[in-house]
């Protein structure tokens, strides 16, 4: 699968979860603050990706992958990003400005730095891993 086919797909799930037209959306848009999701919206694109692209995408995949990663090391302490939890979030999410996951950084608040290509991303890899079992 090319990457302008997970695009494609992409994009018609947001305009589906979104109620947007797919010409509007670009690669680098904040799924939140660019495109205006919210929660239920984020649960909602899921859905549309899992059934577009045939696959299954577990909630909390990038915290999940980071904190197997991480061993006996913490994720978060009070609801902040350790450094050496950050340094691996900022590692999976290579399309998020680093200024954009500075120190301190609220757990919270990842899903709000989540773009289009996040997910291109993350549709990518979880397509990859199907084809490899």
């Known amino acids: 699968m090319t990457d302008n086919e997970i695009f494609q797909g992409v994009c018609e799930s947001l305009s589906n979860a979104l109620d947007i037209p797919t010409e509007d ?8 603050d660019d495109l205006g999701a919210d929660s239920l ?10 059934q577009k692209f045939k696959i299954k995408i577990k909630p ?3 915290e999940r992958r980071t904190k197997a990663e991480l061993g006996d090391v913490p994720l978060t302490v009070d609801g902040v990003y350790t450094p050496e939890a950050l340094e691996l979030v900022r590692k999976h999410l ?7 996951l500075p120190e301190n950084f ?3 608040k990842l899903p709000r730095v989540f773009r289009v290509k996040t997910f291109m991303n993350l549709v990518k890899r979880v397509v ?5 079992v």
Do not use: H, W, Y
């Not at 959306?25 to 939140?32: H, N, S, V, W, Y």
């Not at 984020?42 to 990706?49: A, C, H, K, P």
């Not at 990859?128 to 490899?132: A, Y």
């Open 94 to 100: 290579p399309e998020v400005p680093s200024g954009e």
């Open 60 to 62: 909390g995949d990038i």
């Open 128 to 132: 990859e891993e199907k084809e490899n």
């Open 106 to 108: 609220q757990a919270s």
């Open 41 to 50: 919206d984020l649960l909602d694109l899921i859905f549309q990706l899992e």
């Open 25 to 32: 959306i670009k690669e680098t848009d904040k799924i939140i």
